[in-house]
């Protein structure tokens, strides 16, 4: 009997950066027809290992086979020539151009034919017309796949698809794995959500500290050898609030926790609005009133003004009418820099392009914004007294980082998360706190101490904005839930309603129940 060779197989892969061991003799195989899962937790290998496969490094040893043939791609374009297709964490589309310029740019004979035949073959379908610039994070995920797929690839690699997605789009991504798998060809599907590896995987590695922690058939496997292998501790150890929003357990019935709102606003939204450049209403009159030591979350399907809501926070966006208000203080006609000042804090739903700044180091970005506290005499930065206060930020938040002058782009999507929540979090005062989804790309370990994080910052007595596409994460942490609507916020809904998960679920699509 004959058996087909691997679609790819890795043998003894090493990279390695400075002193730091990304890659350690990694052996992997990937058969054709199937879902291959590398799971691991942020700084796990996992980005290093796509790069490798996609062409953007070069390891340092180690082979790459695909389809039984040597593959030894050592640019993104000869892994394109072999039929190897990569979507990457960041997104790599031009913001000002239109979605349909963007897929110009490949090249492509016939792109309109191709269009059809992912949209009949997967189910995938595009607005041409928008800007890349207007469009949620999902849409933009969703045009990246898109490309990738235009080039009906031998093998598909997508590198943490879904931490920019909603259950809705990310039901959608898994489907499209699928199909590819069943219709011969092969997939490598990058996650830390076990709960999507068991749904749509055929087979797993599990990547830790660089090496390979075990794996096999996912038929064969459960949670309870998995999260072990990504994590060192037993499933049944997570909390349920954890469990949940990593994609593990049932979902959570009522918050955990009880916290009496303390006198006094936080932050206050009175009759905001904002228009899109097509005229229509990102946000429609929009009242909000966070009390300090209160958690208010947001739900609602990605679209209906949430971005726009965190725009207009952080800054970059200014309202069309309305008034902004911190802790009592006007700051409608603030900028961003008056804004941190004042103790508001903001986690932007794309952290990579609006949370830090790649080029500069992990030092910097912990502290943009804040950096004279590092000056001597206002002039000279005093980097020994910045590096020190990095490390210890570095140590307390769990980044794994070769040090804090290696450049923010060093660093897994993951851990520059941790990056952006730790320097907002360390505002002083922190009056507020807007965070757009905190835990999206993040492992269970990680998860849990945002968690943590998010409610220390309310027991000290922030306001917490906290806009979720996980219910179990809002349901788990917020005194009240509200849901994004076409540009309004509608509820509120109490988390500890035994019917508030079909509650919030009528409001998403703009049901007012009795």
Not at 280 to 289: K, M
Not at 431 to 443: C, S
Request: net charge negative; with cysteine; glycine share 12%.
């Amino acid at each position: 009997m004959t058996h087909a060779a691997p679609a790819l197989q890795i043998t003894a892969l090493a990279k390695s950066y400075g002193g730091v061991r990304a890659l350690d003799g990694i052996d992997l195989v990937v058969r054709p027809g199937t879902v291959h899962c590398v799971l691991g937790e942020n700084g796990a290998g996992k980005s290093t290992l796509c790069h490798a496969v996609g062409g953007s490094l070069v390891p340092d040893t180690g082979t790459l086979s695909l389809y039984g043939g040597t593959y030894a791609p050592r640019r993104p374009a000869d892994a394109l020539a072999a039929g190897v297709a990569l979507v990457h964490q960041h997104f790599s589309l031009v913001p000002t151009l239109t979605v349909e310029q963007n897929l110009r740019l490949l090249r492509l004979p016939n792109l309109h034919d191709g269009l059809a035949r992912v949209r009949d073959e997967y189910g995938l379908d595009v607005r041409l017309d928008a800007r890349i610039e207007e469009l949620p994070v999902a849409a933009r995920q969703q045009v990246e796949i898109v490309k990738a797929l235009l080039r009906a690839p031998r093998l598909l690699v997508l590198d943490e698809p879904t931490g920019v997605l909603g259950p809705a789009e990310t039901d959608a991504l898994l489907a499209t794995c699928r199909s590819i798998a069943d219709a011969g060809g092969a997939v490598v599907l990058v996650t830390h959500k076990l709960g999507e590896a068991l749904r749509a995987g055929d087979e797993a590695t599990v990547l830790r500290g660089g090496r390979v922690a075990g794996g096999g058939p996912l038929a064969e496997l459960g949670t309870r050898q998995l999260v072990p292998m990504m994590i060192g501790r037993a499933a049944d150890s997570l909390d349920p609030a954890l469990a949940g929003a990593v994609g593990l357990a049932e979902p959570v019935a009522v918050a955990t926790r009880e916290a009496p709102r303390a006198a006094g606003s936080a932050l206050a939204l009175s009759g905001v609005t904002l228009r899109r450049p097509d005229g229509t209403h990102a946000l429609d009159g929009v009242d909000l009133d966070i009390g300090h030591g209160e958690i208010v979350g947001i739900a609602g399907v990605e679209g209906n003004g949430q971005s726009e809501l965190m725009a207009l926070l952080g800054g970059s966006r200014a309202a069309d009418s309305g008034r902004i208000a911190l802790d009592g203080r006007d700051m409608t006609g603030a900028g961003p820099a008056a804004r941190t000042r004042a103790g508001l804090g903001v986690v932007p739903e794309d952290r990579h392009h609006e949370g830090c700044v790649p080029e500069l180091s992990i030092a910097e970005n912990l502290h943009l914004g804040q950096l004279g506290r590092f000056r001597t005499w206002g002039v000279a930065l005093d980097r020994a007294a910045l590096a020190r206060a990095a490390t210890d930020a570095i140590t307390a938040h769990g980044i794994r980082a070769p040090g804090p002058d290696a450049p923010m782009s060093a660093l897994s999507g993951g851990n520059q998360q941790k990056v952006v929540l730790a320097r907002e979090l360390a505002l002083d005062p922190l009056v507020a706190l807007a965070a757009a989804q905190p835990t999206r790309g993040l492992d269970i370990g990680a998860v849990d101490a945002v968690h943590s994080r998010i409610r220390e910052a309310a027991a000290r007595g922030a306001g917490v904005l906290l806009v979720s596409a996980e219910l179990d994460e809002l349901l788990a942490l917020s005194d009240r839930v509200l849901v994004a609507y076409r540009g309004r916020l509608l509820g509120p809904v109490d988390p500890r309603d035994p019917e508030a998960r079909d509650r919030i679920g009528e409001l998403m699509v703009g049901a007012t129940p009795a």
